[in-house]
């Protein structure tokens, strides 16, 4: 399976490929292509999978166990677990969060939200031996203060978050998501950075892409402006159950 080196590695070689999967069922047929380098076990399925209204609510415990079975699926691509809200907010609540996830998921590595803020943090994770994707650019933890808007469009906001970027591969992390970062912003920071970014509605120029599995699959109704589904899976199942249905009489 891919390891934090290899990620780091294809920098500037391929495209890196990253989806979100919640489910063994989900991973094991995306891990089965081949294709996909990271599987994020992302805080979006408090929205995706449980309809909640934001990723915030959503308890640790029912992310490690969705982890777990995401862990027993992936043969290939690395496991990030994102960190949800409130489970690093101290070196200390975070060192002992990232101890119970590697304990009870036995993911390849964590995702943790913000910059400068979270550097020292990131820092000691790594200092134990686990690997950190970061994120910045929009947060959506703290959609609360910012909304769900592009970022970096002013001249104060886009040095903040270039500042971020560089302190978030000061720290030791791996790679870096850029969440809803101004295109030409996320092209200068592509570009300053050593590590690999991944680009979440932030334009063409980062390193790879992460996109939600069920948004690409035509699940979520209606898709994000962002997102290209591939397929309709949601019109599919539809019609799988009503041929069901109508065949038990």
Known sequence: MRTAQEIVNLKGKKKIICLTSYSYLFAK???????????????????????????????????????????????????????????????????????????????????????????????????????????????????????????????????RIFEDALSVEESGAFSVVLESVETELAKKITQSLKIPTIGIASGPYCDGKIAVLEDIVGLTQPPPKHVKPYDNLAEKIYNAVVKYAENQE
Request: charged share 30%.
């Open 29 to 159: 047929i995306v891990d089965e292509t081949g294709l996909v380098d990271v599987i994020l076990v992302g805080d979006s399925m408090n929205e995706v999978w449980f309809g909640e209204r934001n990723t915030t609510t959503i308890p640790l415990d029912v992310m490690i166990w969705c982890a777990r079975s995401v862990r027993k699926a992936v043969k290939n691509a690395m496991v990030v677990f994102d960190m949800p809200f409130g489970t690093f907010w101290s070196k200390e609540v975070a060192l002992k969060n990232v101890v119970k996830i590697v304990k009870e998921a036995d993911p390849d590595a964590v995702k943790i939200e913000g910059g400068k803020d979270v550097s020292e943090i990131i820092r000691e994770i790594v200092k134990i031996g686990v690997p950190v994707m970061g994120h910045i650019g929009l947060l959506p933890q703290r959609a609360r203060i910012t909304g769900y808007k592009k970022q970096g469009k002013e001249e104060e906001s886009a040095k």
